[in-house]
């Protein structure tokens, strides 16, 4: 029996082969993650005598280039969780750390626990991409909220409580009114220096124009906030610079995540467990393709308790 182990790293990966008793079958060696070197990898594994089992941790995206080439060559992969090896062998008193010795060490906890190691089988295209592009969601939704948390600063200056003139919920293109509204209205001065009426028949044309419901009641309550407050910053070109950058900049992220939201829908919309997970009281269009790229495939556990357990 030979247990390959592999530390994978950014672009190339430290190799060591190893059997029991500590007999080295090659002598650690790197590759880098081409698709040449990699084919090579897996006919030198596939040449060696007797059952081989690569282990390697799983490692962000770095290993998945490795884990899915040598197993679609017809080796046993095993990924592991990183804390699971972390602790193990560490009976030394030195602690020396080299990719060498990491990918000796995966080999031999390969070899220790030889009859549990748990198979490596890549995940189908659309559980990868949904996953995938929940990731995004995730990362696109923080830098939403610092670019609102910005644009409502910088109005603080120029239009104060612009952002609680309306309670409208987002569109699903990702538009809100209120930011739709200082995009044109992006300085106090720019209500307060008109009249009434020219206010009302300014911001009538401007719900036109957006697709909003006009309410001339909504028009004076508008108007008499902006004409309550003052702005710091001065009506300049700069200051309408700062504030129209600012809008850009929000209105593309949001955008990006509603795109990523209608892709993530349609995406978990085609997995079996969809119907399931959309019965579940609580889980709306947002919360189910969470909740399904999370899990993952439910056929992988062995009870609804290793479920449990996953979930926390």
Wanted: charged share 20%.
């Amino acid at each position: 029996m030979n247990c390959v182990g592999i530390d994978v790293s950014k672009g190339k990966s430290m190799i060591a082969v190893m059997r029991p008793f500590g007999e080295v079958v090659v002598s650690p060696f790197e590759v880098r993650h081409t698709a040449n070197e990699l084919s090579e990898l897996a006919g030198l594994l596939k040449s060696l005598d007797g059952e081989t089992r690569v282990v390697m941790e799983s490692t962000g995206n770095y290993h998945a280039p490795v884990a899915w080439l040598l197993h679609d060559a017809g080796l046993y992969v095993s990924v592991v969780n990183a804390m699971l090896v972390h602790d193990y062998g560490n009976n030394s008193l030195r602690r020396a750390k080299t990719d060498k010795k990491d990918a000796v060490k995966l080999a031999n906890y390969g070899l220790d626990h030889w009859l549990t190691l748990p198979r490596y089988i890549p995940e189908e295209d659309a559980r990868l991409m949904l996953k995938t592009c929940y990731r995004q969601y995730q990362q696109y939704s923080k830098v939403q909220t610092m670019l609102k948390n910005n644009l409502i600063s910088l109005l603080d200056t120029a239009f104060p409580d612009a952002n609680r003139l309306f309670t409208s919920p987002p569109r699903a293109d990702g538009s809100e009114k209120w930011v739709d509204f200082v995009a044109a209205f992006w300085h106090c001065e720019c209500v307060c220096g008109l009249s009434k009426k020219a206010f009302t028949t300014k911001y009538q044309k401007w719900c036109r124009k957006h697709g909003y419901n006009f309410s001339e009641d909504k028009a004076l309550d508008i108007y008499v906030s902006a004409c309550g407050r003052f702005g710091v910053m001065p009506k300049t070109k700069t200051a309408k610079l700062l504030v129209e950058q600012a809008i850009s900049q929000l209105q593309a992220t949001s955008a990006a995540l509603a795109a990523l939201k209608q892709e993530m829908q349609s995406l978990a919309a085609s997995l079996p467990e969809y119907p399931v997970v959309m019965g579940m009281f609580g889980v709306g269009p947002t919360l189910g393709p969470q909740l399904i790229a999370e899990i993952g495939d439910v056929r992988r556990f062995h009870s609804k308790k290793a479920l449990v357990a996953f979930a926390g």
